[in-house]
């Protein structure tokens, strides 16, 4: 038996919710114990937790510039969710410590729960992330040398997780899927060390990118196009 840390952090769907309890019914169904740390503790009505799962909160911090002008990036979904400021994630990683010691998990799947990670590295603590396909999120993933389990909503995420996957560093879960198809994924990502080497090696080949990047590569492409024309 495994004791088993699943977490979310942001986002506002219950979907994430959802998917969260039925990881957790999954995995408690195959023997393990699983504690589930979230952002909102209400589940949904007539939804009891089996034996073996703890509900516990989520440690969350005021978010800085919430209800302003929609984030334009990725970068800015953290800096308006408690990534401005230092003191606070530093807070918030003392708590995600102070967890750890309780629930003693030998495993985290994080669920949109980027500090969360950040604490499962810290600690040395195997760890994978769940996510659509988005493209910040993923990035982030992948340049923090975490390996991805990858449901997509359409069509632009299904093309990212074809290609995380092409790269080794992703599982995509696609068609029908149930709790017994995606327990195993999960735990094929992480009992293969291939996918986490596979992540690994995405970070250190472009640990050093940064957006201004992008800008100039994309300027390139244009005055290529024109020069070309």
């Not at 990858?150 to 995509?172: K, W």
């Not at 080497?197 to 640990?207: K, L, N, S, V, Y």
Request: aromatic content about 4%.
């Amino acid at each position: 038996m495994a004791r088993v840390l699943i977490a979310w952090e942001l986002g506002e769907a219950f979907g994430h919710l959802a998917r969260c309890l039925r990881l957790a019914q999954g995995l408690v169904a195959r023997g393990h114990a699983v504690t589930l740390a979230l952002k909102d503790v209400r589940l949904p009505a007539a939804q009891t937790t089996a034996p073996g799962i703890t509900v516990l909160p989520a440690p969350l911090t005021p978010q800085a510039g919430a209800g302003g002008s929609a984030p334009v990036n990725y970068a800015d979904v953290l800096h308006v969710s408690g990534f401005a400021d230092a003191r606070d994630v530093a807070a918030r990683l003392n708590a995600w410590r102070g967890m750890f010691a309780l629930a003693r998990p030998e495993v985290l799947v994080a669920d949109h729960a980027p500090t969360a990670l950040l604490a499962a590295r810290l600690a040395d603590i195997p760890h994978l992330a769940i996510g659509n396909g988005n493209g910040g999120f993923s990035t982030q993933a992948l340049l923090a040398g975490v390996p991805l389990a990858m449901r997509p909503r359409h069509v632009e995420q299904a093309l990212l997780a074809h290609r995380v996957e092409a790269l080794g560093a992703g599982r995509l879960l696609s068609g029908r899927i149930d709790v017994d198809s995606v327990t195993a994924s999960l735990q094929e990502l992480l009992g293969n060390p291939a996918h986490r080497h596979a992540a690994c090696a995405f970070r250190d080949r472009h640990g050093d990118f940064s957006p201004a990047q992008a800008i100039e590569q994309s300027l390139s492409c244009i005055e290529r196009a024109f020069l070309d024309g």
